[in-house]
């Protein structure tokens, strides 16, 4: 099952815009992560907030969570061509720090 | 260390034909999680690993399927009576008891079964 959904599918935009995608879950959480997949490889790490925090930032990454509204947004600024691939939100089962819970992903195209 | 590591990086295999992929975790990492990926998805929970006790294990996974993680080292996930169903990328991804919650991931195991 998964615990998190990730809005929009899909995302096309230019280089130098920025790019929001947004993640809702259902049930509560420790901590919500993101990260990045480039086409036909491993994911990797991008930014993890814990429950009682409302806003990370990391480099041209910007991440909030609403618990009240059980959703994160990412929001990747000054976009760039290399910024191209898929994002997944994760959650933990928010009795367990154990079990890591992904979205199905928003695929993000940064148009030179 | 150089990260997680996974092997084979590709498997085509005939239906019906038994599979097995292996994973290295990092080494300070005592817990190991196994994801199975079909494309353009995310990755799906399959099992995790504290040390060498297998913790949970989806109910998605069938019979068919076992993973083991001999001295809390290395993993293996072995499937057995392969289906075109099976066809997907697995990937293992590995983290320590620092509760950071971050996984490192390797490159993945892609399975094709014909």
């Known amino acids: 099952s998964q615990q998190g959904e990730e809005d929009p599918q899909a995302l096309s935009i230019q280089e130098g815009e920025n790019a929001t995608m947004n993640c809702s879950y259902k049930?509560?959480?420790?901590?919500l992560q993101w990260y990045r997949q480039n086409s036909g490889r491993g994911l990797v790490h991008l930014i993890l907030?814990?429950?009682?925090?409302r806003e990370k930032h990391s480099g041209r990454l910007r991440v909030t969570l609403d618990t009240s509204k059980k959703s994160s947004s990412l929001l990747i600024t000054a976009s760039r061509a290399a910024d191209t691939a898929s994002y997944f939100c994760a959650t933990d089962a928010g009795t367990s720090y154990d079990k890591v819970i992904f979205g199905p992903g928003t695929s993000l195209s940064v148009i030179p | 260390d150089t990260g997680v590591s996974q092997d084979p990086r590709h498997k085509i295999t005939k239906r019906g034909q038994n599979v097995t992929f292996r994973c290295d975790p990092i080494s300070e990492h005592n817990r190991l999680y196994w994801y199975r990926q079909t494309l353009g998805q995310g990755p799906e929970f399959l099992t995790y690993?504290?040390?060498?006790?297998?913790?949970?294990k989806s109910r998605l996974l069938s019979d068919r399927f076992s993973a083991e993680r001999p001295k809390g080292s290395f993993s293996t996930l072995e499937i057995q009576r392969t289906e075109q169903g099976d066809s997907a990328m697995y990937l293992c991804?590995?983290?320590?008891?620092?509760?950071?919650?971050?996984?490192?991931f390797g490159e993945g195991s892609r399975l094709t079964v014909l």
């Open positions: 049930t509560s959480i420790n901590n």
């Open positions: 907030i814990r429950s009682n925090e």
């Open positions: 690993f504290q040390n060498e006790a297998q913790l949970e």
């Open positions: 991804a590995s983290s320590s008891d620092s509760y950071t919650g971050e996984l490192f």
